[in-house]
């Protein structure tokens, strides 16, 4: 599987994999096997840094900015770990055609009301932007329909979580 971002005031990292993220299928938890996060049992919060299959992230990982436009793995790290990114909310996609404009108003219309919740602050007044991690055809073909919103500061390297930061 390859991933592509392009990072331009919201980003998107596009999923070109043939399965689901994994802890949506258990098609996509045998896949991803154990190239997942070391994580509290109790949390689910991932305890150390560690690269891992991108198939493994859940929404509370804090991750490094994405810098190459195709890749398999992504660093994951304690949100108390200097990081650049967090995945603050999932939905699933519906529909027979994988959404290509569309998924952009469907990403806002989930992505934006999630992120004015979990940082606390309303859209207009947040320096908080995000960028949809979504399927691509060949992953949508394979049934892949989940989107995770990732939330980011432009240019700024992060040493906790955005949760309720009001920023």
């Known amino acids: ?32 096997g154990d190239d997942g996060p070391t994580r509290d049992p109790d949390t689910s919060e991932v305890t150390e840094s560690d690269e891992v299959d991108v198939f493994s992230l859940q929404v509370g990982d804090c991750i490094s900015e994405v810098e190459s436009e195709e890749l398999q793995t ?8 200097p990081h650049t990114d967090e995945i603050y909310h999932r939905f699933e996609l519906t529909g027979d055609e994988l959404p290509t404009t569309e998924m952009w108003d469907t990403a806002d219309a989930e992505c934006i009301p999630a992120l004015e919740e979990f940082v606390g602050t309303a859209w207009d007044d947040s320096e908080v932007s995000y960028w949809p991690m979504s399927p691509t055809q060949e992953s949508w073909d394979a049934g892949d329909r989940e989107v995770l919103c990732v939330a980011y500061i432009e240019d700024e390297e992060l040493s906790s979580s955005l949760e309720g930061s009001q920023r």
């Open 1 to 32: 599987m390859n991933l592509s971002i392009r990072r331009s005031g919201v980003a998107v990292l596009v999923l070109t994999g043939l399965v689901a993220l994994s802890g949506c299928t258990a098609l996509g938890d045998v896949l991803a």
């Open 74 to 81: 992504v660093q994951v790290m304690p949100c108390d770990e």
